[in-house]
């Protein structure tokens, strides 16, 4: 099971979902994507781009 590392609900970090087309998980509430077979893949949804600005 993959959680999506920004996103909380009822306390837990929210249960990312089956993302389409791809292997990989996506966060329905940010949009956050994670490929646990693909270390070279590259989120790039808001939060993730927002931490490359620093
Ligand atoms: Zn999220
Ligand atoms: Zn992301």
């Known amino acids: 099971m993959v959680r999506c590392p920004y ?10 979902t089956d993302a389409e ?10 949009g956050h994507l994670a490929m646990p077979s693909n270390p ?4 790039r949804c ?3 781009a927002g ?3 620093f």
């Open 7 to 16: 996103c909380v609900e009822s306390g837990e970090f929210k249960v990312m």
């Open 21 to 30: 087309g791809i292997e990989g998980r996506i966060c329905g509430r940010c």
């Open 40 to 43: 070279l893949f590259e989120c």
């Open 46 to 48: 808001a939060k993730c």
């Open 51 to 53: 931490l490359k600005v």
